[in-house]
């Protein structure tokens, strides 16, 4: 990739000596989208981290089936993370050339092609989760922990391709606060659910996974509410300042 940058051949370049030098209202814009993106990368990866510790009071087989779902879950998530960058993508790009209309049409054919894929996922982890946690291990109890905590998961598979999407749209409009705020409190609100749970009702990996299902619309339909305010208010924008 450095290669094809300094070559010089393509769009985007860093050939030469030009364009090095900082630019205070570049570097501005940069860390006013970056650092919220990055707080909630770390938070909610903190949020994971977090249930992965309330798993292990569980048990060393109900550890060994979460790592598995987590696993799984990750390679589900891999469509919604595909459109949500594309959303990102589009919707920033019509925004820069001030078409509300292009904007909100990004979104959402980048969320009924998420959902059409999260909802395949989550078809197929309810109906063969014994054959895809049998994959990893041939334990009956991890293989019991982790069919309960792979068929949840596949629930709420398609709320996390909403909450992805509308994420990924909200960040390409140059909104990266809101999905910042409403995804950390959607995952740290699963762990104290999830805490709560298996700490004082002896509940096990399915209340883990399930606690996103309760939680997940609060990212899911607050961004998309929020996507819908933001582009009226760039539409206005865009109508007064034509």
């Known amino acids: 990739m450095l290669r094809a940058l300094w070559k010089g ?7 030469g000596t030009a364009g090095w030098r900082p630019h205070r209202r570049f570097g501005a814009d940069l860390f006013r989208l970056g650092i919220p993106a990055a707080i909630e990368s770390v938070l ?6 977090a249930l992965v510790a309330i798993v292990a009071t569980i048990g060393t087989e109900a550890l060994t089936a979460q790592q598995i ?18 959303a990102t993508a589009l919707v920033g790009q019509s925004v820069g050339a001030r078409s509300v209309d292009d904007a909100v049409k990004a979104m959402s054919i980048a969320r009924r092609l998420a959902l059409f894929w999260m909802f395949g ?3 197929l982890y309810a109906s063969v989760p014994r054959q895809i946690v049998d994959f990893f291990s041939d334990d009956e109890k991890v293989l019991d922990y982790g069919v309960r905590g792979l068929t949840t998961i596949g629930i709420s ?3 996390w391709a909403l909450w992805m999407v509308s994420a990924g749209a909200l960040r390409g409009s140059g909104d990266t606060r809101g999905p910042m705020i409403r995804g950390v409190t959607t995952v740290w609100t699963a762990v104290a659910l999830a805490w709560i749970g298996v700490r004082f ?20 339909i607050g961004n998309a509410i929020a996507f819908k305010r933001r582009m009226r208010m760039l539409g206005a924008e865009f109508d007064h300042h034509p």
Request: charged share 5%; glycine share 10%; hydrophobic share 55%.
């Open 69 to 86: 779902s987590f696993t799984a879950m990750n390679l589900g998530f891999l469509p919604a993370v595909g459109f949500s960058v594309t």
């Open 157 to 159: 598979l398609p709320l």
């Open 9 to 15: 051949k393509t769009p985007v370049s860093i050939h």
């Open 44 to 49: 909610i990866e903190g949020g994971f981290t």
């Open 121 to 123: 996922g989550a078809l």
């Open 201 to 220: 009702f002896d509940l096990g990996i399915s209340w883990v996974w399930a606690t996103f299902i309760i939680t997940a619309p609060i990212s899911a």
